[in-house]
């Protein structure tokens, strides 16, 4: 009864070569988030969705995109990987009205070589 | 703008004990959630407790209880009769009520739980 998946779990990727991780949800969610984090270091939140509605934080870089086709999927483009952008990914959703409580996947490893 | 401050980076303690893990904040709002999230190595984030900073009742979920001070600003989380799968990344988050859906996390408190 997995609520939040995460695919890959683990992403390899070249620097300079796009990448794209995917994140879908069961729980039919109106919001939904992605998190970057890095070792040691709490989940810094890159934008969030609310429904179609997206809300990018002042500090995400542009090379950080992300879509949104339907409710219950959510993916983040990283269009040029830097070293610095290795870290784990989270997703993460939340229904609003209800108890406001975040609901987060497993995470998405990504190493840049 | 809102600030959420775990003051202990890192803390142990033996099996069994109780442990206190503290958390202050800053806000200007009178109306917020507090939570706490558990991140156990190597795995994904789970919510502990949630404390809706109109009620003045402390939440308690089993073992785990929050000593909410809302005139001070401070959400400690305590663990009672501490166990092995305690051991992870503990995260203090306040969260606006209705506003913009975001929450903000804390810098995080590594518990290690000993046999």
């Known amino acids: 009864d997995a609520m939040v998946i995460q695919n890959p779990r683990y992403q390899v990727t070249q620097f300079g070569k796009p990448v794209t991780l995917s994140c879908s949800q069961t729980?039919?969610?109106?919001?939904m988030y992605w998190y970057q984090q890095k070792s040691s270091q709490a989940p810094k939140l890159l934008f969030h969705?609310?429904?179609?509605?997206?809300?990018n934080e002042a500090d995400t870089p542009d090379n950080f995109q992300s879509r949104r086709p339907n409710t219950s999927f959510c993916f983040l483009d990283i269009r040029s990987p830097g070293l610095g952008d290795a870290a784990m990914y989270l997703c993460a959703t939340m229904g609003t009205g209800s108890s406001n409580e975040q609901f987060f996947g497993p995470g998405t490893r990504l190493t840049v070589l | 703008a809102q600030t959420v401050t775990q003051s202990q980076p890192e803390m142990s303690v033996q099996e069994a004990e109780t442990v206190t893990l503290s958390c202050t904040y800053d806000?200007?709002?009178?109306?917020?959630?507090l939570f706490w999230y558990k991140q156990p190595p190597s795995r994904q984030m789970i919510l502990v407790i949630r404390?809706?900073?109109?009620?003045?009742q402390n939440a308690t979920e089993n073992r785990f209880s929050v000593n909410f001070q809302k005139a001070a600003k401070s959400f400690s989380l305590k663990i009672s009769d501490s166990q092995l799968g305690d051991t992870a990344m503990y995260f203090c988050?306040?969260?606006?009520?209705?506003?913009?859906?975001?929450?903000?996390f804390g810098k995080g408190t590594r518990l290690h739980i000993l046999p």
């Open positions: 988050a306040f969260m606006m009520l209705n506003r913009d859906d975001k929450i903000i």
């Open positions: 404390q809706e900073a109109y009620k003045q």
């Open positions: 729980l039919n969610h109106n919001v």
């Open positions: 969705y609310y429904d179609k509605d997206f809300n």
């Open positions: 806000t200007s709002e009178s109306n917020y959630y």
